[in-house]
Nanobody, 115 residues
Framework: QVQLVESGGGLVQPGGSLRLSCAAS????????MSWYRQAPGKERELVAG???????NYADSVKGRFTISRDNAKNTVYLQMSTLKPEDTAVYYC?????????WGQGTQVTVSS
């Protein structure tokens, strides 16, 4: 069993920055891919960025050049550095961890971009 705890969301003005963190805990876990998804009101959940255990990354086109995903394998923690935030980035952001046998989700953290 894997538990994910997210932190770092909040209210920020357009053009600002935020850093999200997600720490995974569980006995003897090996996490392959860690990702961030987001869901805005009335929209489907979408992939924002993902990173493999080896460090390969992928991003949604809408965040390329503005967001950076990274991870610390020793701490089983993934980060999402968000810069040049736009109102359309407003959503609940969810952390996802994929092991060989299952996907796990965090509880979500709200990010609101507004002046």
């Amino acid at each position: 069993q894997v538990q994910l705890v997210e932190s770092g969301g909040g209210l920020v003005q357009p053009g600002g920055s935020l850093r999200l963190s997600c720490a995974a805990s569980g006995s003897g876990i090996i996490i392959n891919t860690m990702s961030w998804y987001r869901q805005a009101p009335g929209k489907e959940r979408e992939l924002v960025a993902g990173i493999t255990r080896g460090g390969s990354t992928n991003y949604a086109d809408s965040v390329k050049g503005r967001f950076t995903i990274s991870r610390d394998n020793a701490k089983n923690t993934v980060y999402l550095q968000m810069s040049t935030l736009k109102p359309e980035d407003t959503a609940v952001y969810y952390c996802n961890a994929r092991t060989w046998v299952a996907d796990y989700w965090g509880q979500g953290t709200q990010v609101t971009v507004s002046s």
